[in-house]
């Protein structure tokens, strides 16, 4: 047995769960299958997190995914979570990590108070329309 075989443990949960660490994700460049992908990764994240942390629907509703904002903001929460979690992280960042988690809470219930979303059902989003007019440059003087 060589020394590389001895040290295998098997798959390392850290891999499992996150895969390589890689930059955050910026999900209006992302091409529709890139979009499908990561969507199912996120899916699979936000399931646990709700179940991990009891996370109620007011805060993190069924319909989250159908919901750019809240998409964008677990997206950012994950990404921190990986970052917390990385061998290079310090001692204290898993405390870093509930603190994110707290204020992702904070800016989620503030959308879904927007939206009115529950276990009950999905309302779209409320997009303020803007002025039809065109807004120009400022005239210098």
């Known amino acids: 047995m060589t020394t590389d075989e001895a040290l295998d443990f098997g798959e390392d949960p850290f891999e499992r769960t996150f ?15 890139e979009t499908r992908d990561r969507m199912q990764e ?11 942390f009891a996370v109620e629907p007011r805060i993190i509703p069924p319909c989250w995914a159908q919901h750019g904002a809240l998409v964008e903001i677990l997206s950012a929460l994950r990404d921190h979570e990986r ?6 992280a310090s001692p204290t960042a898993a405390m870093d990590f509930v603190r994110a988690l707290h204020d992702a809470q904070v800016f989620l219930s503030e959308h879904v108070a927007k939206t009115q979303c529950s276990v009950a059902g999905h309302r779209d989003d409320r997009i303020a329309p803007w002025p039809s007019t065109k807004v120009s440059a400022p005239q210098s003087d």
């Open 19 to 33: 895969g390589q660490l890689r930059g955050p994700v910026h999900w209006p460049s992302l091409t529709e299958h």
């Open 42 to 52: 996120l899916d699979e994240w936000v399931r646990h997190l709700v179940r991990r």
């Open 83 to 88: 970052a917390d979690y990385a061998d290079t």
